[in-house]
């Protein structure tokens, strides 16, 4: 039984804060690029074991809210979440891992994927998500930049 949070639950800690979340759609033959504005806050839950992950959004005139849990699973050696918000339920396998200079967060469920780079501070966040289409193609979706907001 672990009593403690070990090396891959502290390696979520570049996260945690309140981060400001602006971005953009991309334009599909279905409809314009629209505005994403959004604050994730990222918290421990009890004990240091998992992250609770709070999504406030805007993207365009749609109101996102949501919640996930983001935690460790040894057996698979990777991160798993489970969020359910406004916008539907997802789960993601996910992987924060550095990559030569950079720290990378990916996250990846049936559907869609993120891979998000942290700057050299760990104070911004720049990515893009995609969506696997009915061919079984990834197409560009949203790209994104996260700034961690000063704590107070």
Request: no cysteine; hydrophobic share 35%.
């Given at each position: 039984m672990t009593t403690a949070p070990g090396p891959e639950q502290r390696r979520l800690e570049p996260l945690v804060g309140r981060w400001k979340t602006e971005g953009w759609?991309?334009?599909?033959?279905?409809?314009?690029?629209?505005?994403?504005?959004a604050f994730d806050t990222y918290?421990?839950?009890?004990?240091?074991f998992a992250l609770l992950h709070l999504?406030?959004?805007r993207v365009g005139?749609?109101?996102?809210?949501?919640a996930e849990i983001i935690g460790y699973d040894p057996e698979r050696a990777l991160y798993v979440t489970q969020y359910?918000?406004?916008?539907?339920?997802?789960?993601?396998?996910?992987?924060?891992?550095?990559?030569?200079?950079?720290v990378?967060?990916?996250?990846?469920?049936?559907?869609d994927r993120f891979t998000g780079t942290f700057d050299d501070d760990l104070e911004v966040i720049t990515g893009h998500w995609e969506l696997l289409d009915g061919g079984g193609s990834w197409r560009p979706w949203m790209d994104i930049t996260l700034t961690k907001q000063p704590a107070g």
């Open positions: 759609t991309r334009e599909t033959p279905a409809a314009e690029a629209q505005r994403i504005d918290e421990w839950l009890h004990g240091g999504v406030d959004a005139d749609a109101k996102v809210d949501g359910f918000g406004s916008d539907g339920p997802n789960a993601y396998e996910a992987e924060l891992d550095a990559q030569g200079d950079a990378v967060w990916r996250m990846r469920s049936a559907n």
